[in-house]
Nanobody
């Protein structure tokens, strides 16, 4: 079993920055994929970015150039640096890990961007 704990959400003005963290614990394969998804009210959950344990990334076009994803494999932690935030980035952000073929989700952290 794997547990994911997110932190770093909050309220920020448009143009501001936030950094999200997600720490994984439990039975984790050294080969895994971690990433961030988000869900705004009335919308489906959508990809923000993912990163493999080898460092390969996958991005949503809507955040390319504004957000950066990174990870610390020793700490099993993934980070999402969000810059130039827009009101349309407002959502609950969820951490996801795929390890040994299983998909795990965090509880979500709210990000609100005011105009």
């Amino acid at each position: 079993q794997v547990r994911l704990v997110e932190s770093g959400g909050g309220l920020v003005q448009a143009g501001g920055s936030l950094r999200l963290s997600c720490a994984a614990s439990g039975s984790i394969s050294s080969i895994n994929v971690m990433g961030w998804f988000r869900q705004a009210p009335g919308n489906e959950r959508e990809l923000v970015a993912t990163i493999t344990s080898g460092g390969s990334t996958n991005w949503s076009d809507s955040v390319k150039g504004r957000f950066a994803i990174s990870r610390d494999n020793d700490k099993n932690t993934v980070y999402l640096q969000m810059n130039s935030l827009k009101p349309e980035d407002t959502a609950v952000y969820y951490c996801r890990m795929i390890s040994r073929g299983y998909v795990y989700w965090g509880q979500g952290t709210q990000v609100t961007v005011s105009s």
